[in-house]
């Protein structure tokens, strides 16, 4: 869950209320069948650097906390996604590292592979079969860790996920492979909700996300993969950029992703 940060609050608040209160207002409208509000890295940065630099630093609490102030301002809505455009920090799949992890990244690559649709917790509620209190968590990423023990009465071994009164959502494993015909290099890509079934085998993609691991069954080992928040399709050849971003203010953004994760 996300750590309460009165300042970030703050600035998402106004960003959706005065910069971006056109698209908010569009979004709120079309809601249920419209479940994703994208927001521009560039425009937000333009609104407030210093909420993009938290973004760089820690961008589940970031969104989480931009998801809460945007539903507390709508009692309609219930659970939403921020997604996000043109992140300048665009990797090959074979240069993700472990300073990557739990930090923004966008990779490129060809889809290899596309799994079935599954389902993966987004609110897990864990009941004590002990003593029946009730323990909350908001799962990042595809891991589920079940509590140790009971917070109530300390019992060890006790807790388990109440599937009635947990809430899920759809989720679906997609492979990437680089585009570069010599190249091995594959990353596995989750995404979930409107992203589900967006995709086929064979398209060119980036997708933007955070950096997770995948650990390995008694294993001091992990595979990366990316948790996606965006998905945008590309054509053959170099990325070209049509928006009117000044090159300075990409060189700015970039060298704060790349000073937060130590390129």
Known sequence: MATSDPSVEAAWRSFFGEHLAAEV????G?????????????????????????????PDDVLELGTDVLRAAYDDLGPVNLRLR????????????????????????VVDAVGPVEARAR???????????PERDHPRGMELRTPARCDA?????????????STFVDVQRV????????????????????????????????????????????????????DGLTVDEQSPGPVEDDRDVDEQLKASIRSRWEFVVGE
């Not at 074979?94 to 966008?106: D, I």
């Not at 897990?124 to 209190?133: I, K, L, P, T």
């Not at 009465?153 to 009164?165: H, N, V």
Request: with cysteine; charged share 30%; hydrophobic share 35%.
């Open 86 to 109: 043109n992140l300048p920090s665009q990797l090959g799949l074979g240069s993700v590292r472990s300073r990557h992890v739990s930090k923004l990244v966008s990779v490129d690559g």
């Open 30 to 58: 079309q809601y249920p069948a419209e479940r994703s509000l994208y927001v521009d890295v560039f425009d937000l940065h333009r609104y407030d650097e210093g909420v993009v630099e938290r973004l760089f630093e820690d």
């Open 153 to 165: 009465c300390g019992t060890a071994g006790s807790m388990a996920l109440d599937r009635d009164r």
């Open 25 to 28: 207002r569009s979004f709120v």
């Open 123 to 133: 609110k897990a509620e864990f009941v004590c079969d002990a003593c029946g209190a």
């Open 175 to 226: 492979v990437l492979r680089d585009a570069e015909e010599d190249s091995s290099h594959t990353m596995a890509v989750f995404l979930d909700d409107d992203l589900v079934d967006t995709v086929k085998r064979g398209e060119s993609l980036r997708v933007t996300g955070v950096v997770r691991l995948d650990p390995r069954p008694d294993e001091n080992r992990f595979r990366f993969y990316v």
